[in-house]
Nanobody
Framework: VQLVESGGGLVQPGGSLKLSCAASGFTFSSAEMRWYRQAPGKEREWVAAILSTGSSTGYGDSVKGRFTISRDNAKNTMYLQMNSLLPEDTAVYYC?????????WGKGTLVTVSS
């Protein structure tokens, strides 16, 4: 199983970024996928989740209404569209999948929101 995040970077407050998570080594179209983040000095925080078919999504309270999770099962890729970014969104963003009761994490991509 391999999860590779991309799309992070430096953005000004109020700006947007789109993260991607490329998945391989398992049946992506059968797996619920999630995004987490970890800010400096803080615990890892759940950001968003999407069911295998994409038919249902969920969001943490801190990102609801600003972030949108999606997936393309034909490309084995999950996305996180982040709008109206705030300085407190600064964190390393991780892709997560549970495959056969095992937890898998990507190495993360850094998002920095600063002027």
């Amino acid at each position: 199983v391999q999860l590779v995040e991309s799309g992070g970077g430096l953005v000004q407050p109020g700006g947007s970024l789109k993260l991607s998570c490329a998945a391989s080594g398992f049946t992506f179209s059968s797996a619920e996928m999630r995004w987490y983040r970890q800010a400096p000095g803080k615990e890892r925080e759940w950001v968003a989740a999407i069911l295998s078919t994409g038919s249902s999504t969920g969001y943490g309270d801190s990102v609801k209404g600003r972030f949108t999770i999606s997936r393309d099962n034909a490309k084995n890729t999950m996305y996180l569209q982040m709008n109206s970014l705030l300085p407190e969104d600064t964190a390393v963003y991780y892709c997560y999948a549970q495959v056969s009761v095992e937890d898998y994490w990507g190495k993360g991509t850094l998002v920095t929101v600063s002027s």
